[in-house]
């Protein structure tokens, strides 16, 4: 999950992207950000340069363009636990048949009857997609509550309790400000992936998109003592570790005994893992017993008391204890393969 934070003046306010972002930045990150702010020779920011910066976080999605906050609006709303987005986005050039084609609903009436005040337009959007407006929307304005201008429609909201004052920043509020940058720092998934964000990146990098999400997953649900959650829990832990390590043998030329006869893009995880830790191969995979037992560990376990597993009924059986310990391995395995993939 991530925060959309739609600004149509990026250039001007880098100090406030700083500001808000500071805990989901890393320090090179800011470092490029002040660069930028500080730079004397009269080049000055440029708005798509400032975007990939910011997006380096793999946790804020920026957009300075009203079309393409729509488009992410419209089709990939459910990706973002939090949308920070200033109200007036009519600094960057849109024209009604660019947005028509990503909105039909958007025809020369609506053009006139949001201009300059688009981010209204965005957060109707998301009320009719049945967002919590409440908690995850936040308006950036030049104006404080009592001064906005048109905003009976954001009135009706804050009549209904779907909506605060609280919710709309007036950019010069200190306070309000503060309050908005306590609600970004206490959001348990930003937290989980800035503090897991080595493991994340090695996972986006070297195995896809998918993978990022399920360790995310994992992480969320790794305490449950419930035996459902226990389960699905040692089914993801497994999937990452499979894909790790078919990733692994593609890339080091396995022998044909990693590989399902049957299915060449699909491994023998028991073979794979031989292979790896076999005495002789050792060395090329930086690999000792800590490799090995994590590995042995993790696919013994989820696959006795996986989502497809027959669980025995007799013995001990698993707790969140035991999650939480193989997720632990997982974490060395991951950094281990990271290593050895470079």
């Known amino acids: 999950m991530k925060i959309l934070y739609v600004e149509d003046e990026l250039t001007k306010n880098i100090p406030k992207i700083v500001q808000l972002f500071s805990n989901l ?9 002040n660069e930028m702010e500080n730079d004397e020779s009269g080049y000055g920011a440029d708005s798509q340069e400032i975007k ?25 709303f459910q990706e973002y636990s939090l949308f920070i987005i200033d109200r007036n986005l009519s600094s960057e050039d849109y024209n009604t048949e660019l947005i028509a084609t990503i909105d039909s609903d958007y025809d020369s009436k609506l ?10 337009y965005l957060l109707q959007k998301l009320v009719y997609k049945g967002i919590d407006i409440l908690s995850r929307f936040y308006f950036l304005t ?13 009135q009706k909201h804050i009549e209904l309790k779907k909506f605060k004052d609280n919710n709309i920043i007036e950019k010069g509020n200190s306070e309000l400000t503060r309050g908005l940058i306590n609600k970004i720092n206490n959001i348990k998934i930003f937290i989980l992936q800035w503090e897991n964000r080595a493991f994340l990146d090695i996972l986006r990098a070297k195995v896809g998109d998918k ?5 995310i997953t994992l992480l969320q649900n790794k305490d449950s003592n419930d035996s459902v959650k226990i389960s699905a829990n040692f089914g993801l832990i497994r999937n990452l570790l499979e894909n790790i390590l078919t990733k692994i043998a593609k890339f080091k030329n396995a022998s044909d005994i990693c590989f ?24 090329r995979f930086i690999s000792n017993s800590i490799i090995k037992n994590f590995l042995y560990d993790i696919k013994q376990i989820c696959s006795d008391f996986g989502v497809h597993s027959k669980s025995q009924s007799d013995g001990f059986q698993p707790t969140s204890n035991t999650v939480n310990a193989l997720v632990y391995e997982l974490k060395d395995i991951i950094l281990w393969f990271g290593d050895i993939l470079e």
């Open 25 to 33: 930045l890393d320090v090179n990150i800011i470092n490029r950000l």
């Open 52 to 76: 990939e910066i910011v997006e380096l976080s793999n946790i804020i999605e920026v957009e300075y363009k009203f079309s393409s906050a729509l488009e992410k609006v419209i089709n990939n």
């Open 111 to 120: 053009t006139k009857m949001y201009k300059e005040r688009e981010g209204d």
């Open 142 to 154: 030049a104006y404080s509550t009592s001064e906005l201008p048109n905003a009976d429609e954001i």
């Open 211 to 215: 993978a990022p999400y399920n360790f």
């Open 260 to 283: 399902n006869d049957k299915n060449k893009e699909q491994i023998v995880m028991g073979n794979v893992i031989y292979w790896i830790t076999k005495e002789e191969n050792q060395k």
